[in-house]
């Protein structure tokens, strides 16, 4: 019986201590997405996890939509959103755990332009950091759901 009980006891402190590291880890983040188009033109987003579908949003120039939650324990959350507007369509995975823990921890902000996004910098207030619209239409390898 008391080998039973040390392992109940065991089990009890090790879910506790999980969910209590859990809780006081878990930091929301947000994100912005702002319209950064300087023709003026507006443009539609729609953004997607696995679980969640944010709908869609029509930005006018220098208007923002924001999100926000609290990042996986497993380091696998996935934001991906559909970015269109005239004739053009294109994904990006607008929040990445694995890629963006480090560069945008409480907030990750992003500015739109027709070549793809730019993430505010941090440190110096800019958004210097541009990357290039995801080269699938199909959105996120990942997680392959389609808007």
Known sequence: MAPLHRYLVSFVLLVCLRNGIVGILATKVGVRITNGFEDLS???????SGDDDLGPHLLGFQEFFEFSFEPNF????LFFCRFWWGNE??????????RDEGRCSDH??????P?????LNQKVGVYDVCEKWNPS?????RHRLRL
Do not use: A, F, M
């Open 42 to 48: 507006d443009i539609n987003v729609q953004c997607k």
């Open 74 to 77: 497993q380091g696998t959350t």
């Open 115 to 119: 070549d793809g996004p730019c993430l």
């Open 137 to 141: 239409q199909q959105g996120s390898e």
């Open 89 to 98: 369509s294109h994904y990006y995975d607008i929040y990445d755990q694995k």
């Open 108 to 113: 990750c902000w992003w500015w739109v332009k």
